[in-house]
Every structure is written in structure tokens, then in C-alpha cells.
């Protein structure tokens, strides 16, 4: 059997993190392959405790960092992580390991490992360029991306064909050894009736409260949606957690409707969110796909996502869900309002996704993918 080391970005459960947990699960499953778990030391355990649930322990926990921010603070994020390059590098060269997979684009200690190892290597990219002048990259790395990228054992993993096309515009280079590979949701089980709430509208969000999120946005339309509509029995539900969290709380209080909005912790499991949730949103600024928004689709709910999604290669335009410039407040607003007068359109499309995700069977192509990748 294969000993395959995952090297995560952080010791949380999102979604980069839960496409990362279902490779090691559905690996170790199938007995293709060892996992060996590589996390960063952190105050958070949410990475841990989901492999716990499945008898994984973590390998090593070290502390490294991640590419972001300018040039100078990438080259002294280099240079902290080479004291976790050389502990990796003793650690599973004893072990014999076959093989590396990365998660995210910006955690280069991973191919950096694989490349020191000199052991192919699986580069699987979450982000997605913006083509403004926030960079998950600086310029001043793009050589070294450029030669990790391009060694002959090395695939990057897209999850869109979009995202694939922005990266080789970031970068100014083809990325030729590659593979697309959609990320399909957990279909989950109906939520229990004695959670259903009824009587109530209520639109939700699930994920990480960042700024990028673009969750301002949201409350700022929501609010406004209320005083247009004060007859409108309505909440919104906001279930995550991040350092945003805060500036989400000020904005509520602002808007004057702490009694409409909700804030949840995080929690793994997130069928009592959906039992209180009609209308799903992700008004997000850029989401290389949005597995979140799948996993609303399959509860049935109506969808209000970004139109800067690798989502819209497999949804329609008013057919399976609105897209939003989020860049355009008003775009978000009166999709809302389109969802809340128009019941008959709400209910069109939230069937209509929900057939559509049925008939693409991503599940079975995801799985037959990373069995592709991991038995090479």
C-alpha cells in the first residue's frame, strides 16, 4: 500500500479542508492508500477531530506558514518554515513515503517537501485569483511557482476549468500537467421534522466570516429588504466563524437588526442550519467553486451565489439559481426581493438545481479521479 503524506493549511474544517478529509477517507477506505497527516500547530483542532471520527491520527503537527501578503513577508515566511522542511524531509524519508499531496495554492511547504524528497507530487488548488489587487501570490514568487508547477512529477488539481484559465493568466504560464476535477457535496439526510421552522423566510450563509465573503453585503441588503418589507416575517442565519466576526457584529448592530440575524458557531454538523434556512446565499467576491452552495442544493434550497464561481459550468442562470455581481449591491438585493415576491420562481429553481445536481453524478466522477491519481 502506498504512503501517501497530506499536507494541510490549517487545523479547521471548511471547505478546502473537508475535500482534503474526503480524499484521506475515501483512500484509506478503499485500502489505496496510507495517509500520513501533516497539520500546522494551531489553537484550533477541527482537522483533527474530524480524523479522529475515522481512526486517523495526525503524523506531525509543525509550524509552518502560508504564502500571502507581500513579497518581504513571504521570503521570511521561507525561510520559518525551513526548520518544519527539514524535520518533514528526516521524518518521511526514514518512512519510505511514495508520494505528496498539498492543499491550497498557498502552502508551499508541501511541493517544497515533495520536491526535497524528490517524490511526485499532487498540488490541489482551492483559491482563485481575483484580477484586482488583492493577490493570494505575490509577483516576486511567481518563479518559483512557475518551477514547482512545471516538474514533470508534479499535477495541479483545479476544481473548475475557470479557475485553471485565471491561474495561467496570474501567472503568465500554461499549466499543462493537470486534471479538473469538480468537487461533488455530502448529500445529506433530511433534516428531522421537530427542526423544520415554519411561518419564517429565512436566508442563509454558511462558511468562514472573512472579508473576501463579502458578508457586509449581505446584512446590508438584508436590512434593507426589511425596511421595504416590514410586513415580511424573515431572518437571516450566519453559521461559520473567523476573524471577521466582529466587523459582521458591528455591521448588524448598525443596520439595527440583531433580532432578524442569527450567528451560529461552526459545527461539522450542519443539518440543524439548513432545517432553518429557505434561501441559501454566497455573495462571496470570488469562489473557485462554492461546494457550499452544492450542499445547500442538495437540502432543496433556493440559491443566490457570485457570479465569480467555477459553479456557473454547471448552473443556469435563473434556472437552477441567481448569480450576483458582488461587486453590485443592488444585484444581491433584488435577487433577494425576486426570491421573497416571487414564491413560484423560488420553488422553480430550487427543484430545478436539485435535478440538475442529481443528473451530473460528481460524486462518482470525484471518486473515480482521485483512485486515478493515487494508483498511478
Not at 518512512?95 to 492543499?103: E, L
Not at 488548488?125 to 493570494?136: I, N, S
Not at 514547482?148 to 488539481?157: A, E, H, S
Amino acid at each position: 500500500m502506498k504512503k501517501v503524506v497530506f499536507i494541510g493549511h490549517r487545523d479547521l474544517y471548511f471547505g478546502a479542508e473537508s475535500v482534503m478529509f474526503r480524499i484521506i477517507s475515501f483512500l484509506k477506505k478503499n485500502g489505496l492508500a496510507d495517509p500520513q497527516v501533516v497539520l500546522p500547530k494551531s489553537i484550533h483542532s477541527g482537522f483533527r477531530k474530524q480524523l479522529d471520527q475515522e481512526g486517523i491520527a495526525a503524523t506531525a503537527l509543525v509550524k509552518y506558514k502560508l504564502i500571502g501578503g507581500g513579497i518581504f513577508r513571504c521570503i521570511l515566511c521561507l525561510l520559518y518554515n525551513m526548520p518544519a522542511l527539514m524535520q518533514l524531509w528526516l521524518t518521511f524519508r526514514k518512512k519510505g513515503i511514495d508520494r505528496v499531496y498539498t492543499n491550497t495554492s498557498v502552502n508551499i511547504l508541501g511541493p517544497m517537501l515533495a520536491w526535497a524528497l524528490k517524490k511526485p507530487h499532487i498540488w490541489h488548488f482551492h483559491e482563485q485569483p481575483t484580477g484586482g489587487t488583492f493577490k493570494w501570490i505575490p509577483k516576486g514568487l511567481f518563479p518559483l511557482y512557475k518551477s514547482l508547477i512545471n516538474k514533470k512529477d508534479n499535477q495541479v488539481i483545479f476544481i473548475s476549468h475557470t479557475q485553471k484559465e485565471l491561474w495561467e493568466k496570474e501567472f503568465g504560464f500554461v499549466i499543462s500537467n493537470f486534471e479538473i476535477i469538480y468537487t461533488p457535496p455530502v448529500f445529506l439526510p433530511a433534516p428531522p421534522a421537530v427542526l423544520q421552522q415554519s411561518g419564517i423566510l429565512s436566508f442563509g450563509y454558511l462558511g468562514s466570516f472573512t472579508e473576501s465573503k463579502n458578508l457586509i453585503s449581505l446584512i446590508q441588503s438584508y436590512a434593507r429588504l426589511k425596511v421595504q418589507h416590514p410586513a415580511l416575517n424573515s431572518r437571516l442565519v450566519l453559521m461559520g466563524g473567523g476573524e471577521y466576526e466582529p466587523e459582521l457584529r458591528k455591521a448588524i448592530s448598525a443596520m439595527q437588526c440583531k433580532d432578524e440575524v442569527i450567528i451560529l458557531e461552526h459545527s461539522s454538523n450542519v443539518l440543524p442550519f439548513f432545517s432553518m434556512t429557505d434561501i441559501f446565499v454566497l455573495p462571496s467576491y470570488f469562489e473557485s467553486w462554492g461546494l457550499v452552495v452544492l450542499e445547500a442544493i442538495s437540502q432543496q434550497k433556493a440559491i443566490i451565489v457570485t457570479s465569480n464561481t467555477g459553479l456557473k459550468e454547471i448552473l443556469k442562470q435563473n434556472e437552477d439559481c441567481i448569480f450576483v455581481n458582488p461587486y453590485h449591491q443592488d444585484e444581491l438585493y433584488n435577487a433577494m426581493e425576486k426570491l421573497v415576491t416571487e414564491p413560484e420562481f423560488r420553488e422553480m429553481i430550487k427543484v430545478n438545481s436539485f435535478q440538475t445536481l442529481e443528473k451530473l453524478g460528481l460524486a462518482a466522477g470525484f471518486d473515480q479521479s482521485v483512485r486515478s491519481l493515487f494508483i498511478n
